[in-house]
């Protein structure tokens, strides 16, 4: 790839592509899209993603053929198959997308800190600002006591019990909304 850009190419296809907005899209389609961004994007990055994408655009490429190269490696990490619930519990992170945390992460700080096992972590969700992780009985109190009150990422890392549902319906765990309870998604 050149370091050289057309920019007058560049400034047609931009151009291509406001009439584009503004005669074919289909406004709804084109608002989901939106919404989408909105929700996935950082606001500082998006500007740069629309910037990725002209680029792609203007050298004829799409995105299945561009190398994948970005994609950071906790995302990568393979899922961890869910635990029995008779022999696991929920914890609590009190970090999550916000700060850029991906399961992959988790796993390694919980393998690094507290020394458990992978086959010891079950399950893991992640939401916009903390996380809930499943792992078994017997390292649960391991893994509280070694990582609660830990300094991570610059904040004091917090690691309890995840509250159970009956406990949130008595309004002791308000947080977010219910759909972002682990119990209520298959995981």
């Keep these: ?7 007058e190419k560049a400034r047609k296809t931009i151009t291509l592509i406001l009439d584009k907005v503004k005669t074919e899209a289909d406004p709804w389609m084109l608002g989901e899209y939106h919404r989408l961004i909105k929700e996935e994007v950082p606001l500082f990055h998006r500007s740069k993603v629309a910037a990725y994408l002209l680029m792609l655009c203007d050298q004829g490429k799409n995105l299945r053929s561009a190398k994948n190269t970005s994609r ?4 990568d990490a393979p899922r961890s198959p869910p635990l029995a619930e008779d022999e696991s519990k929920w914890l609590f992170f009190s970090v999550g997308r916000s700060r850029h945390i991906f399961p992959g992460k988790i796993l390694g700080l ?5 020394a458990i096992p992978r086959e010891d972590i079950g399950a893991i969700r992640i939401l916009d600002n903390y996380s809930f992780v ?3 009985n017997t390292v649960a109190e ?4 070694t990582l609660n009150g830990i300094m991570f ?19 002791s765990y308000s947080s977010e909304k219910d759909q972002d309870h682990p119990e ?4």
């Design 1 to 7: 790839m050149s370091p050289f850009i057309d920019k």
């Design 110 to 114: 919980i393998h690094d800190e507290a």
């Design 142 to 145: 391991t893994v509280i006591e």
């Design 134 to 136: 499943q792992v078994r």
């Design 184 to 187: 209520e998604e298959n995981i």
């Design 72 to 75: 950071a490696p906790e995302e």
């Design 153 to 171: 990422r610059g904040k004091p890392l917090t690691v309890n019990y995840a509250k159970s549902r009956k406990d949130e319906e008595a309004g």
